[in-house]
């Protein structure tokens, strides 16, 4: 550490000539109206010494200029940084007296244009710079970047700039809004994001998506000729009242997700289906165990331990599925007296959405479905582990250390489990090979057939052959996506939900019946080129900002980075 006084040993000093100060406007262009009389480097900072040229002022208050001056003093102002360090302006300044005698103001400091303000003690080029930084990286790693640069400020002042930043004043609405809604706290509380869809800006933000909010907003900027959304009815209430002459569009990525949606609720279902063995399954079984020395491990099926989704690790009826019978058979005994569901709901305790849920199941094998056709890591190994059983090997933990092998990265408990029917039987049955996940088939179903490998294809087909209802789905997603690609819903919309309704999928009848409410929307979705593309991406910069000041901001300060920030 330099001794004390090592600093001001080293001090330099120049006088600045005529040269000089030419030079110094160059690098700081703001400093151009001022006489620079002196430069000095007291090695923590850099100093500028410099006066007004002008010879007189105008009062703040009623404008007038004077000449009289009543005395002065030396003023310090923060200037950003020159070579790492802080660089300051000392500034003399006078005080003059207003020549007025209406005026209330006696005596007034003079300014430096595009150098000073009243009350500040950074100048107004560095104050801009903050305020900027402020608005890309908020408060603490704006103040962190400053001290970088040689600039010390508080991640307070810089979020106090930000605050101060005038916004565009927005008199109407543009003539193609975007309509969005934004998660503040996930699952709780969301906003709503207003923008123009001809140029990505942000033209407002509301602290919540009621209808009412959307209806005030578009009735104090008129102007909306299209509106486009997704289709929250909330938005379709509210931009109906709020701009009834405007067309509303429901946006095409959001039809897509909500049909991925229901597709995936689906295939959950009839999952099953593909859980049965191949008809060309046992003869594969018996050609692989002839080629094994002509040894038979295919066992007498009822020697066989055969799973059974009903049933847990050690043959008993898994609580998921007598939960789920006990609560459908009183759920279905209280609706049969004619109680409401929402007295079932306050009488059980079971959420408003789970009774009604239960009380639109034709049966409790409905409900069941997910419970008995759950997808596990250990089902690709199931078919290893049985074989390896009827083979003579029953120790867990060596299976457990075979599995590691191949990949397997569960727990040895995990594998006991599965095998501790198999001591009660003579041998373990050969379950089917494992059936593609729910999801991976959902998205088999929603690729464009072109854009599938040659093996994801044949997987299609075989997965079509064996179930109808998959099958079926399939043809009303295939529809559905001719009909969004080609701007052809006017006239085949009505087509399609008809085929829908007429088949059964009660997944997707729901998604007929939602559409139907929201018809009109739907169809201008699927005719018109307009879509909600700039407002995803602006929602997913709402992400981006309110991340980075890890959630600590106010829905005020998260509004003002997001209307600024450029698109």
Not at 15 to 41: I, K, M, N, Q, Y
Not at 69 to 94: E, I, K, M, N
Not at 401 to 406: C, F, K, P, S, Y
Request: charged share 25%.
């Amino acid at each position: 550490m330099p001794p004390a006084g090592a600093a001001s040993a080293r001090c330099l000093v120049w006088d600045v000539s005529e040269l000089g100060e030419s030079l110094l406007t160059v690098l700081f262009p703001h400093l151009a109206g001022l006489r620079l009389r002196r430069v000095e480097d007291t090695g923590d900072a850099v100093v500028i010494s410099a006066s007004s040229r002008a010879g007189e002022a105008g009062c703040p208050r009623c404008g007038a200029l004077s000449s009289r001056v009543h005395g002065g003093y030396t003023r310090t102002v923060a200037d950003g940084a020159a070579g790492g360090r802080p660089l300051l302006v000392a500034l003399a300044v006078r005080r003059f007296r207003c020549l007025q005698d209406q005026c209330p103001v006696v005596t007034f400091a003079e300014q430096a244009g595009g150098l000073t303000e009243r009350y500040r003690r950074r100048s107004v080029p560095l104050l801009g710079m903050l305020a900027r930084t402020g608005l890309e990286l908020a408060g603490r790693a704006g103040a962190r970047l400053a001290g970088a640069l040689g600039i010390a400020v508080h991640p307070s002042t810089v979020l106090r700039l930000v605050m101060a930043l005038p916004e565009p004043q927005v008199t109407a609405a543009p003539e193609i809004l975007g309509v969005d809604d934004f998660a503040l706290r996930k699952g709780h509380v969301y906003g709503t994001v207003l923008v123009d869809m001809g140029t990505g800006d942000v033209v407002g933000m509301l602290p919540d998506r009621e209808a009412a909010t959307l209806e005030a907003w578009l009735k104090e900027h008129p102007g909306a000729a299209v509106i486009c959304r997704d289709r929250a009815g909330a938005y379709a209430e509210g931009a109906r009242a709020g701009a009834p002459g405007a067309i509303q569009v429901a946006d095409r990525w959001h039809l897509w997700h909500n049909l991925a949606e229901y597709a995936e609720k689906t295939v959950a279902r009839h999952r099953g289906c593909l859980l049965a063995a191949d008809p060309g399954a046992e003869d594969s079984n018996d050609k692989g165990a002839e080629a094994q020395d002509g040894q038979d491990c295919q066992p007498d099926p009822e020697d066989q331990a055969p799973p059974d989704g009903y049933l847990d690790a050690s043959g008993r009826e898994r609580r998921l599925v007598t939960r789920t019978q006990e609560r459908y058979a009183d759920i279905r005994a209280r609706l049969d007296a004619g109680r409401s569901q929402a007295a079932i709901s306050r009488d059980t305790g079971l959420t408003a959405k789970t009774v009604r849920r239960f009380a639109r199941a034709e049966n409790v094998d409905e409900l069941l479905v997910k419970a008995v056709t759950r997808e596990s890591k250990l089902d690709e190994f199931k078919p290893y582990l049985c074989r390896r059983w009827n083979e003579g090997m029953h120790d867990a933990a060596g299976l457990h250390a075979e599995l590691r092998e191949q990949g397997w990265t569960g727990s040895a408990q995990t594998v006991r489990r599965y095998t501790a029917p198999f001591r009660k039987t003579t041998a373990a049955a050969v379950p089917p090979p494992a059936a593609p996940k729910t999801r991976q088939i959902t998205r088999l179903l929603l690729t464009r057939p072109d854009h599938l490998e040659p093996g994801e294809q044949a997987q299609l087909t075989d997965i079509r052959a064996r179930c109808p209802h998959i099958d079926a789905l399939a043809s009303h997603v295939t529809a559905f996506a001719e009909m969004m690609a080609n701007l052809t819903g006017s006239s085949a919309l009505d087509t399609w939900l008809a085929a829908v309704e007429a088949d059964d999928q009660p997944e997707l009848r729901s998604l007929a019946t939602g559409i139907r409410n929201d018809k009109e929307a739907v169809i201008n979705g699927l005719t018109l080129r307009y879509s909600s593309g700039r407002v995803e991406g602006t929602v997913n910069k709402i992400k981006t900002v309110k991340r980075q000041m890890y959630g600590r901001a106010s829905f005020t300060l998260l509004r003002k980075r997001v209307i600024l920030h450029p698109a």
